[in-house]
């Protein structure tokens, strides 16, 4: 790269890393590896929130997460985690259904039982 390309990527960083030649071409090329290695984890943080968001969702059906994604599979429906995240939350009942579905699938899925609510009885006296 030559110097007005090194000055044009290494516009606002701090102090000499955008003039002085010699330290704005070693802050760019850490900015670039920088960015490198974090368009790879970006994918990874979204599928880390994507499969607790869909957990949460099967879990209110009675159904855990590995469970819920081997009956899809069974099922051949192949929905990705990013879709099956977006409807866990916005679309309730086209994910019960979605639930529904993997549950005749698999039988793993039919012995569970939903979940039941504590009731709080405590007496005031």
Wanted: with cysteine; glycine share 6%.
């Amino acid at each position: 790269m030559n110097k007005n390309e090194i000055f044009k990527l290494a516009k606002g960083f701090r102090g000499r890393a955008k003039n002085c030649i010699k330290i704005a071409r070693e802050r760019v090329e850490k900015a670039l590896q920088y960015s490198y290695r974090d368009r790879r984890n970006k994918k990874r943080d979204m599928r880390a929130l994507w499969i607790p968001r869909i957990n949460a969702g099967t879990c209110q059906h009675g159904v855990n997460y590995g469970n819920f994604m081997h009956g899809l599979m069974k099922e051949n429906i192949q929905l990705n985690r990013k879709v099956l995240s977006e409807l866990s939350m916005h679309e309730p009942y086209s994910f019960k259904a979605l639930v529904n579905i993997s549950r005749n699938a698999f039988p793993g899925n039919k012995n569970v039982v939903l979940p039941t609510r504590k009731v709080d009885v405590s007496l005031n006296v």
